[in-house]
């Protein structure tokens, strides 16, 4: 589990600006995320500082606001907006996954890396023992070996 911060007026004002555009009231909210309508006061008054992602993301499924925009007031506002730029291969929901994969904080990116470098590497080591299939060429005008013997 990680925790993203923000500071609590930014935070706050586009946790207001989604459930206003969703068309919510405080109670609407607090069920569709399964919070408590405390919990949501306090997200709008500016007295939580921080979101947990499994928050951020009810959010963006109870709004329809990118849970990324809503942590870091970065990309695009709306969950599913598909702005041409660099990244238009990706679909938008890869987006949000790899801007919340930067939050993850730097220690646990690298174990990930370790793991998954780990994990090659002993499948490598299996395949190894094993010869590589020769992709040259048959000329099918020369006889085969069995052919000669006949």
């Known amino acids: 589990m990680f925790v993203i911060t ?20 405080k109670l609407q909210l607090a069920k569709a995320t399964g919070k408590s309508s405390g919990a949501v006061t306090q997200w709008i008054d500016g007295t939580t500082k921080t979101l947990k992602a499994e ?22 506002k709306l969950a599913g907006s598909n702005t041409p730029n660099v990244f238009d291969a990706l679909t938008p929901g890869a987006l949000d996954i790899a801007a919340l994969y930067d939050l993850i904080p730097v220690r646990d990116q690298i174990r990930r890396v370790e793991a998954y470098n780990a994990a090659t590497a002993a499948i490598l080591a299996v395949l190894k023992p094993f010869p590589a299939i020769s992709q040259a060429p048959v000329d099918s005008a020369q006889p085969r070996s069995s052919d000669q013997s006949r």
């Open 6 to 25: 923000k500071t609590s007026s930014e935070l706050s004002d586009r946790i207001l600006e989604a459930m206003h555009g969703a068309g919510l009231k």
């Open 55 to 76: 928050t951020a993301a009810r959010l963006q499924a109870a709004t329809g606001y990118s849970a990324v925009w809503l942590v870091t007031g970065k990309g695009e």
